[in-house]
């Protein structure tokens, strides 16, 4: 199982199940399905959390992706985010299709977090057409986090 995926500033990396190509799935399709430019087998819905690398890769997630982009801020040191990793990873398969969930390192990427302002991690944001549509923060399971993004 893929446990996280990498993305650039066009796109999410997502490696074919059948034949292991590294396939971009432009942000703006990301609610569609494709096919593998080398085999041709049809790729699975993005699954599984996208790590961002630098800002201007989220910005251009942010911008061009036709469906919601849930950001989970953690750094390797805080416990309750280690905790939060498994939970965030299974609300990227159960929102499959459905849509984005991506992690930001603060430690690294403190450019994305102070534009979101944030303090305390984990901390989740709720990204749609562009805009911050809702922030939260603390651990919590699956369910309730998903729970949370469907009430906007
Ligand atoms: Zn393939």
Redesign the pocket.
């Known amino acids: 199982m893929i446990t996280h995926l990498t993305a650039d500033d066009r796109g999410i990396i997502l490696p074919?199940?059948?034949?292991?190509?590294a396939?971009r799935i432009i942000y703006s399709k990301a609610a569609l399905q494709g096919r593998?430019?080398?085999?041709?087998?049809e790729l699975p819905h993005v699954a599984a959390p996208v790590e961002i690398a630098s800002a201007s890769d989220f910005a251009a997630l942010m911008a061009q992706s036709k469906l919601p982009v849930l950001v989970d801020f953690w750094a390797p040191w805080c416990g309750p985010c280690q905790m939060m990793a498994p939970e965030f990873a299974k609300a990227a398969a159960k929102a499959a299709g459905a849509a984005i969930l991506v992690k930001v390192n603060t430690d690294e990427r403190q450019d994305i977090a102070s534009q979101f302002r944030v303090q305390g991690i984990p901390a989740f944001a709720l990204l749609k057409d562009g805009r911050l549509v809702a922030q939260t923060s603390g651990f919590q399971p699956a369910d309730r986090l998903l729970a949370w993004m469907h009430s906007y």
């Open positions: 074919c199940p059948a034949c292991g190509t396939n593998c430019g080398t085999c041709k087998a």
